[in-house]
C-alpha cells in the first residue's frame, strides 16, 4: 500500500527535473505531468491532457500541477511551452546546483545509454548531499524491462507465468544491458541510506507506443508509406512483447510522484501479453494491406532503419505482470489491453502526432484547361496519389483479373480474401458486359464504386489524393461521397458526407472557349493523336461542360452546399512554362507538405543531380573561360602581328629617308672629299711614316682642290 501523505486543498506546484526532454519519453511524461494537479491520483482526477490524443496540442499549465525542468539531448532544440526552464550545463557542479533545487528527479536511460552514467552519478550526488535537503526528494530511474530478458522461468514446466515486482531479484539482463540493471542496482541501494531525506524507485518499462511511436515507428512508418507487399516481422514473430503507452506510463510516474509508494520496483507494462506477430499483423491491417511476412534475424539486421539495440527490444520474450500498479494506483488507461486492441486510436495518435494526415483535393475545369498537368505536378510535389478515370479503371480491372485467375485455379485463400475474389470476379463480368452495351463506355454507379474503394485504400488514406476532373456532375459528386450504410452517426457539426473522402479544398480552373481551343490546337499532332482533343472531340466536351456548368445544381454547388473550400483560378493568363505561375497559386494555397519529406535514396538522386548539374556547370563556366582565353590569345597574337608589321613599316620608311637625305651629303664627299682622301692614304701606305694621321692630314692640306 501507499504511503499515506497529507493532501492539502490548494495543492502546492513542485518541481520536476526529467533529463532529455526533447526525446520521445521525455516529451511526452513532461507534457502529461504539467497537466496534473500534485497530489490528483490520490483523489482520482484525470489530468487535462486526457482530452486531447495530440502530443503536439497546446498545453494550458492550471495552478497547483507540477512544474517541468530539464536538460536537451539537442541543444539545438527549442523549449517546449509547457517546460518551465531548460537547463544548461557545462560541467557536472553547475548541474549539481539545479537538481538539488527540484523536489522530483526523473532520470530515463531507456533512449540514450549515455544517461546511464550521469544518472548514478546524480543519484550518487544526491545521497551525499541528502543531509542538507530540507525536505525529502524523490529519485526515479526510468529503466527498461530488457534487464529482465535472460531471466528463467519462474516454473519451467509453465513458462508463461508472469513475472512480477515481487521477482525482481531474479531478474537476468540482456547482455546488452547491463549497464542498466548496474544503474537499477545502485538507485535502489542508495534509496534505502537515508529514507527521511531521499527515496528512489525503478521503474522497468515496457516497450513504449503511442502519439509519435518510438521503438515501432518503423512498422507505422513502412505502413504508412505502404512501398512494400508486406510488414516484415522478425524471427518467428511469437515472443511475447512487454508493452506500455507512453501515457499510461507518465501516469504510473505521476501515481509515484504523488503516493510514494513503499514498493521501490515497479513494472511498466500494459495487461496485453500481446506477441510480436499480432502487433506487426494489427499494424499491418489499419495502415497497410494486412500481409505480414516472416524474415530471419540475419535479414533483420541488414534493413537501414534497425539499430542494434531495437532488434534486441522487439525480439525480447517476456511475460509480465504489473500486480501493484494495477492494484494500488489510480491510473485511467489509454490502452490497457495493449496496441492490437487500441490499433484505430494509435493510428490517429500517430498520424495526427508527425502531421501525416492525408491531403484531399479535387482539381475541375474545362477540358484544355490543364487539369492533368496540375494533378500530376501537385501529386509529385506533395507526394499524394494521383486519381484520373482512365487509370482507376485499368488498375481496378487489372487487380480483379489476377484475383479472378487464382480463384479460378484454385489456390489457397484465406476466407475474408476468397469472399473478395469472388465479388471481384462477379464484378469484372458485371463491367465487361456494361463496356459491350454502352460501347466501351461504363455506367456511372459503376465508375463511382470504383472510385470509392480507390478513395478508401490505404495509400489513398494514408497519404492523400488529387481528384483529376471528377467527378463533373452534382449526383456523381453527391454519390461519390456519401457516408456509408454502416458508418457511425455523423456529428452535428458534421455535414452528411464521407469524411474519409471529402475533399478538404476544391480547384477550380477556369479560361473563355477561345483560350481553350488556341492551346489544344497548338498541342503537337503526336500529342493530339488517338486522344478526345480533336477538334470535334473538344467542341463536343466543351459544349457539355458548359451545359453542366449552367445547370442550377452544379458540382461546384454541391462542394459549397458542404462547406468545402472552393477555390477559383483563371488559367487564361497564365502564359507561364507548365503552368508554373497556376501551380505557385495552388502550393500557396495549399500549403506544406504532409509527410515525411524526402526519403534517403531522393535526397541522394537529389544531391546527385545538384551534383552533375555543379559539374556540367564548372565544365561550361571551364569550357568559357578557355574560350575567352583562346579568344583573347588569339586577339593578342593578331595584334603583336599587326604591331610587328607597323614597326617594321616604320623603320623601312625611316631607313629610305634616311637613305634619300644622305644621297646629296654622299655625292658631295664622293666628288671632293674621297678622291683627295683616297690619294692621301696611298701616298701614305707608300711612305709608312711614323705618324700616319699627321701625314694624311699635311698631304690633304697640301693637296686641298679649294686652296688656290
Known amino acids: 500500500m501507499a504511503e499515506e501523505e497529507f493532501i492539502p486543498s490548494n ?136 534487464t529482465w530478458a535472460k531471466s528463467k522461468p519462474l516454473d519451467p514446466d509453465d513458462p508463461e507465468i508472469p513475472f512480477t515486482e515481487d521477482d525482481y531479484r531474479r531478474r537476468k539482463p540482456h547482455p546488452n544491458f547491463k549497464n542498466h540493471i548496474s544503474c537499477e542496482k545502485q538507485v535502489i541501494k542508495l534509496g534505502k541510506t537515508n529514507k527521511s531525506k531521499l527515496i528512489s524507485f525503478v521503474v522497468a518499462t515496457g516497450l513504449t507506443y503511442g502519439f509519435e511511436e518510438n521503438i515501432f515507428h518503423y512498422l507505422f512508418k513502412t505502413a504508412w508509406h505502404g512501398d512494400v507487399d508486406a510488414l516484415q516481422c522478425f524471427g518467428s514473430g511469437q515472443n511475447a512483447v512487454p508493452t506500455i503507452h507512453v501515457k499510461d506510463l507518465a501516469a504510473i510516474l505521476q501515481n509515484i510522484c504523488d503516493s510514494k509508494p513503499k514498493t521501490r520496483y515497479l513494472l511498466a507494462v500494459d495487461d496485453s501479453q500481446t506477441t510480436m506477430i499480432d502487433i506487426v499483423k494489427a499494424v499491418a491491417k489499419s495502415l497497410h494491406n494486412g500481409k505480414v511476412k516472416l524474415i530471419s534475424d540475419e535479414d533483420a539486421l541488414l534493413r537501414p532503419d534497425i539499430e542494434q539495440v531495437d532488434f534486441d527490444t522487439v525480439l525480447v520474450d517476456l511475460r509480465m505482470d504489473a500486480v501493484f500498479v494495477k492494484e494500488n494506483m489510480n491510473i485511467t488507461w489509454q490502452c490497457e489491453t495493449g496496441i492490437p486492441d487500441s490499433i484505430d486510436t494509435l493510428k490517429k495518435e500517430y498520424k495526427e502526432s508527425r502531421k501525416l494526415l492525408p491531403m484531399r483535393v479535387c482539381l475541375l475545369g474545362p477540358p484544355g484547361s490543364g487539369k492533368s498537368m496540375l494533378s500530376k505536378q501537385i501529386s509529385d510535389t506533395f507526394k499524394l496519389h494521383h486519381i484520373e478515370m482512365k487509370e482507376v479503371i485499368d488498375e481496378a480491372m487489372q487487380r480483379m483479373e489476377i484475383s479472378a485467375a487464382r480463384l479460378n485455379a484454385g489456390e489457397e485463400e484465406e476466407e475474408d480474401d476468397e469472399g473478395k475474389a469472388a465479388e471481384d470476379q462477379e464484378l469484372l463480368e458485371t463491367i465487361k458486359e456494361n463496356m459491350e452495351q454502352n460501347q466501351g463506355r461504363l455506367d456511372d454507379s459503376i465508375i463511382i464504386r470504383l472510385f470509392r474503394e480507390k478513395l478508401h485504400s490505404q495509400p489513398c488514406q494514408n497519404q492523400g489524393f488529387v481528384l483529376d476532373g471528377y467527378p463533373k456532375l452534382y449526383d456523381q459528386a453527391k454519390e461519390l461521397f456519401a457516408p456509408d450504410e454502416d458508418a457511425e452517426e455523423e456529428d452535428d457539426k458534421g455535414g452528411n458526407y464521407d469524411k474519409l473522402t471529402m475533399p478538404e479544398i476544391v480547384m477550380s480552373l477556369e479560361a473563355n472557349d477561345e483560350f481553350l481551343r488556341d492551346r489544344i490546337m497548338a498541342l503537337p499532332e503526336r500529342v493530339v493523336a488517338g486522344t478526345h482533343n480533336t477538334e470535334e472531340g473538344l467542341n463536343r466536351r466543351l459544349a457539355e461542360f458548359r451545359l453542366h456548368s449552367n445547370e442550377e445544381d452544379t458540382v461546384l454547388n454541391y462542394f459549397d452546399e458542404n462547406e468545402t473550400e472552393i477555390v477559383t483560378i483563371d488559367v487564361a493568363g497564365d502564359t507561364s512554362e507548365l503552368m508554373i505561375d497556376t501551380m505557385n497559386i495552388v502550393t500557396g494555397k495549399l500549403g506544406k507538405p504532409r509527410n515525411y519529406g524526402l526519403t534517403d535514396d531522393e535526397k541522394f538522386e537529389i544531391e546527385r543531380k545538384a551534383a552533375v548539374d555543379r559539374m556540367q556547370k564548372d565544365d561550361e563556366e571551364r569550357e568559357y573561360r578557355e574560350a575567352n582565353e583562346e579568344a583573347g590569345r588569339k586577339l593578342r597574337e593578331q595584334r603583336e602581328s599587326e604591331w610587328s608589321a607597323k614597326l617594321e613599316e616604320v623603320k623601312r620608311q625611316e631607313s629610305e629617308m634616311l637613305e634619300n637625305a644622305s644621297i646629296p651629303l654622299r655625292n658631295y664627299l664622293m666628288k671632293h672629299v674621297m678622291p683627295t682622301l683616297t690619294e692621301a692614304l696611298i701616298e701614305c701606305c707608300k711612305a709608312r711614316p711614323d705618324d700616319g694621321v699627321d701625314f694624311v692630314a699635311e698631304y690633304l692640306f697640301r693637296h686641298n682642290p679649294q686652296i688656290d
Not at 24 to 42: A, E, F, M, R, W
Not at 55 to 72: H, I, N, Q, R
Not at 112 to 136: G, K, R, V, Y
Request: with cysteine; hydrophobic share 35%.
Open 11 to 146: 495543492p502546492v506546484s513542485k518541481k520536476v527535473f526529467i533529463n532529455h526532454i526533447d526525446s520521445y519519453h521525455g516529451k511526452n511524461i513532461s507534457k502529461y505531468l504539467t497537466s496534473c494537479v500534485v497530489g490528483s491520483s490520490l483523489e482520482g482526477e484525470e489530468a487535462e491532457e486526457t482530452e486531447s490524443v495530440d502530443s503536439e496540442a497546446p498545453v494550458k499549465v492550471k495552478e497547483g500541477c507540477y512544474e517541468v525542468v530539464g536538460t536537451l539531448r539537442d541543444s539545438t532544440s527549442e523549449k517546449p511551452e509547457w517546460i518551465k526552464e531548460i537547463i544548461e550545463f557545462s560541467n557536472k557542479e553547475q548541474l549539481a546546483e539545479q537538481l538539488v533545487e527540484c523536489d522530483i528527479v526523473i532520470y530515463d536511460i531507456t533512449e540514450d545509454p549515455d544517461q546511464i552514467l550521469e544518472a548514478t552519478w546524480a543519484i550518487n550526488h544526491m545521497s551525499s548531499e541528502s543531509e542538507m535537503f530540507p525536505t525529502q526528494k524523490l529519485f526515479i530511474l526510468n529503466s527498461t524491462i530488457m
